[in-house]
């Protein structure tokens, strides 16, 4: 977004004229990274003190130092305090502070769903210099005194992961500032590095300066994964779904960063950190989650990507070395680590979110379609938007309100000219069924008698400058402040203004967007708010001094994360905890899913930014998100007819499904491109309703076993290595594969077609086709064709009758598309509830298993004691790879026995059952006889 009324500086500063890297720091010019980077001794200085292990519960606690020699003696510098855990779910965490810190270090908030479950630990054997330990379910740590190494083996007794192999932990004391330090007192990490000079206390930035009060505080580990071939994870970038070595250039950086127009195929920060790593090979899946919240840069070496370094490692070792390696180097905080133990990619996946927590079931209008504009300029304009769907046959389910709604940047304000009626707005929405999403920042305008100014300046909700005083940035009003999050009164406050006598014009049906909210601030450095402001801390864990607060370089990555989860807050306390919120936002987080969608951010009317949604999106879901979309269409410039088309296709496999544009591009609705374009669009959205409830119960499902939505390859074929690397195509839970056609003015497209040792069979979803599994082969396409295909052995409901919104077609009647396996069977399940309540979680909703054998269907309801009243009802069953079908087929649904009548497609081996009428309320078969 810009505006233009502000200063150039301004535009330039954001990149409104494209990228400009100047803007943003490279790893030379990150202090600690700059610093950290090339720290690789051959030994690392920290020893475990066995003396002091105790092994209670759960943990092993246990002092750890670094030491040096002197005239052959060993002296200690620097006493750690080690927390070694296993935790549920075949995880274990590392952490490690110092033992008595200058003043507490910072640990990440929120990014946890509570406090992780324990498991047992047992201490298996303490000989040769090394502890082992055990879990109840298998797994062992070796745990390497000195130097100190951790090992971590799987069940079957092979190391999954080693931590510290490479000697790059690191802990950076924290001094007091002296004109003068003796050697001794700089310890290990400092003496190493050479710091104690001024960049220690300070680092320029351009025009800005940091003025690090705490000195140098920076943490770096080094984690290994042997016989991996691929990793995964630490989102938002906008290069490939699995990770390339980094050793010849910029490692990732994790700091979420508004960069306009960001550049494809880059390593470089944009909106989203989230610190969880995945390593894939045939012999097993782990990962690790870096829980910390500061600056971050990821450095990653695969050995068998035949890079320079993993070239002469090769050459050495006489062959290519399945192995990656990943270095964690952040600003500040402590070590703390979870290791996920895996074993398949499904494991991991859910591990972490078992600590992070799942999507919660959203709203189902939010898994419609959306239509947004920067901006619809008033009641009349969403009044034309809204009828001009209908009038064009469109089925569409919330109007987006972007900035300009507001009374001159003010938030939980309306223009009074231009949208003088907005009660009456939303409820001439509502009634057909749709719903409004209006924008939130985080940054205040800074304006005598703006009540939300006035408040926090009287309360004392702002985030502090480096001198305690009210920060001062810019962004869309102008001179802005920005609320403290991490302040309780901060929290209570804004999530209080969105109770409806306090946001006159909303209701229930009015859900929030929160943008901007890295954050962004365009005249600070890297167009975000500098480092040494200060935010909220509690008082029982602060002291005097620069102790009583915590700087933003602790918390920046989760900033974010508090404004969503106060919104959150708010949503549900204006309505008593009675409906679910839908929130999107531009920051993310580990745990940013717990509260809301997110969206891939500022991009362009490009093939490549197209291309690139895909691994983005694949990467987000994989790190817990799997509520991800981009701008269809591109956000910057306009789509000609063709790209316009494939986004649209595209985007209705996305989970998030919005179209939204720039404020200066030319309107781009449905209906403003030529007849046969618009027929195009009205298809790929009709598609995305017709699987409504296909992805609503893939979302429910996700709710109770933690796996994305949105699947890589790898995680349902994990031996299949062609997979590991695909990224332009995925799937939809383990039964729909998508291949969106993503190039301009092709002909046809590859598609790779994953089971073939299981013998899969694959059916197209438009003609039932069916595909053996073999690798790749050539689709052909034409403008209409989305190539989507149904796994043999899956079961996918669908709604046929598509309406206005989502909420009409609530009794309509289901379609239940059967595409058998290579044993004639097929599964799936159906849910179903109010889609907008909490009633789901006492008991009022439908969950059923749905098995087709050559025998029968059956229809059966996985917990006979939740009830949901629907008037739904099956109308049709197809049928698909059927060789023999059978001569007669019969309902029974309680007292109903019923012949039903079938049709037979020999073309394609398809049968079809006409209208069972059965109740999805209730159990039911269908028997059949040949």
């Not at 929120?110 to 055990?134: F, R, V, W």
């Not at 997979?723 to 291949?739: A, E, P, S």
């Not at 006979?864 to 008037?871: E, F, I």
């Amino acid at each position: 977004m810009k505006t233009l009324s502000l200063p150039i500086i301004f535009l330039l500063a954001v990149g409104v004229l494209g990228v400009d890297r100047n803007n943003f720091k490279t790893c030379e010019q990150s202090g600690f990274c700059k610093r950290l980077r090339p720290f690789k001794p051959e030994k690392s200085q920290y020893t475990l003190n066995l003396d002091t292990v105790i092994v209670h519960g759960n943990v092993l606690s246990a002092e750890v130092t670094t030491v040096k020699t002197e005239a052959e003696k060993k002296i200690t510098l620097w006493h750690y305090a080690l927390r070694l855990s296993a935790l549920v779910d075949g995880t274990f965490r590392i952490e490690l502070d110092e033992a008595e810190p200058l003043y507490p270090r910072y640990r990440t908030q929120l990014a946890l769903n509570g406090e992780p479950k324990g498991d047992g630990l047992k201490l298996i054997s303490n000989e040769d210099g090394k502890l082992t330990l055990s879990n109840t379910q298998g797994h062992k740590v070796v745990v390497t005194v000195e130097p100190l190494k951790f090992e971590f083996l799987d069940q079957n007794g092979d190391v999954a992961v080693v931590i510290n192999e490479n000697s790059q932990l690191l802990v950076e004391p924290l001094r007091v500032k002296r004109e003068k330090v003796d050697d001794e007192e700089l310890g290990n990490a400092e003496s190493a590095l050479e710091v104690e000079d001024e960049s220690a206390w300070g680092e320029n930035f351009k025009s800005h300066h940091d003025s690090k009060p705490r000195g140098n505080e920076a943490v770096s580990l080094d984690v290994s994964f042997p016989d991996a071939d691929q990793i995964y994870g630490i989102p938002e970038h906008t290069d490939k779904f699995s990770l390339r070595t980094t050793t010849s250039g910029e490692p990732y950086r994790l700091y979420n960063l508004d960069v306009f127009e960001y550049e494809l195929d880059s390593r470089m920060a944009i909106y989203g950190a989230v610190p969880v790593l995945y390593a894939h090979g045939s012999k097993r899946t782990t990962g690790v989650f870096w829980h910390n919240s500061a600056e971050t840069w990821v450095d990653v070496v695969n050995y068998a990507d035949g890079t320079v370094v993993s070239s002469l490692v090769n050459l050495v070792t006489g062959g290519p070395k399945r192995r990656v390696d990943a270095r964690f180097m952040s600003e500040s905080g402590v070590v703390d680590l979870f290791v996920l133990m895996g074993n398949r990619p499904a494991d991991v996946f859910r591990q972490y979110t078992t600590l992070t927590g799942v999507a919660p079931l959203p709203p189902k209008f939010s898994l419609a379609y959306h239509q947004s504009r920067w901006n619809y300029v008033d009641e009349a304009d969403v009044r034309s938007v809204d009828e001009n769907f209908d009038a064009h046959d469109i089925p569409a389910d919330v109007i987006w309100l972007d900035i300009e709604y507001t009374d001159r940047k003010k938030y939980f304000t309306w223009d009074s000219e231009k949208f003088r009626h907005p009660g009456e707005m939303v409820a001439n929405l509502t009634a057909k069924g749709r719903r409004l999403v209006v924008i939130i920042d985080p940054h205040i305008k800074r304006e005598a008698g703006y009540f939300v100014h006035e408040d926090a300046m009287e309360q004392g909700l702002y985030v502090k400058d480096k001198d305690g005083n009210v920060y001062e940035g810019w962004c869309w009003p102008g001179s802005s402040s920005y609320l403290d999050f991490f302040n309780p009164a901060a929290t209570k406050y804004y999530a209080e203004r969105y109770r409806f006598e306090n946001f006159p014009g909303t209701s229930k049906d009015v859900h929030i967007w929160n943008d901007m909210n890295e954050p962004s601030v365009f005249n600070g450095p890297e167009i975000t708010m500098p480092k040494d402001c200060r935010h909220y801390k509690s008082p029982q864990d602060g002291q005097d001094g620069i102790a009583s607060y915590w700087e933003h370089r602790h918390v920046h990555n989760e900033y974010g994360l508090w404004q969503i989860r106060a919104t959150h807050q708010g949503l549900q306390e204006r309505v008593d905890q009675k409906y679910r919120p839908f929130i999107l936002t531009r920051s993310t987080f580990a745990g940013t899913q717990r509260y809301a969608a997110v969206w891939t951010g500022d991009n362009a009317a490009e093939w490549g930014f197209l291309q690139a949604s895909v691994p983005m999106c694949l990467s987000l879901a994989a790190a817990g998100i799997s509520f991800c979309g981009s701008d269809v269409g591109g956000f910057f410039k306009y789509p000609e007819a063709e790209l316009m088309t494939r986004w649209y296709q595209a985007g209705a496999y996305q989970a998030f499904f919005r179209a939204h544009s720039h404020i200066e591009t030319k309107r781009r609705e449905p209906w403003l491109y030529e007849p046969a374009t618009t027929a195009l669009l009205r298809d790929a959205v009709r598609r995305r309703y017709a699987l409504l409830d296909f992805w609503y119960t893939l979302f429910y499902e996700h709710t109770l076993d933690g796996t994305p939505v949105t699947r890589p390859y790898f995680q349902e074929y994990p031996n299949e290595e062609e997979t590991y690397t695909i990224d332009d195509q995925y799937l939809l839970g383990d039964k729909l594969l998508v291949r969106p056609v993503l190039e301009a003015g092709v002909k046809s497209v590859n598609v790779y077609l994953p089971g073939r040792d299981t013998n899969t069979l694959w059916y197209d979803v438009d003609s039932y086709q069916a595909h053996k599994a073999n690798g790749y082969f050539s689709q052909e396409v034409n403008i209409a064709k989305v190539p989507v295909y149904q796994r043999g052995g899956s079961i996918v409901p669908r709604r046929e009758r598509v309406r206005r919104s989502s909420m009409l077609m609530a009794n309509d009647p289901f379609t239940l598309v059967v595409a058998l396996d290579a044993n004639n069977t097929a599964r799936g399940s159906l849910y179903i509830d109010d889609g907008e309540t909490y009633e789901y979680m006492n008991n009022k909703y439908i969950y059923a298993k749905i098995v087709y054998e050559p025998t029968q269907i059956t229809y059966t309801l996985v917990d006979p004691s939740a009830q949901y009243s629907t008037r739904a009802w099956v109308e049709r069953i197809v049928i698909a790879g059927i060789k023999t079908p059978p001569k007669t087929a019969r309902l029974v649904q309680g007292e109903r026995n019923a012949a039903l009548q079938m049709t037979l497609h020999r073309g394609n081996d398809v049968l079809v059952i006409r209208k069972p009428g059965a109740s999805v309320a209730r159990n039911w078969v269908i028997q059949f006889t040949n």
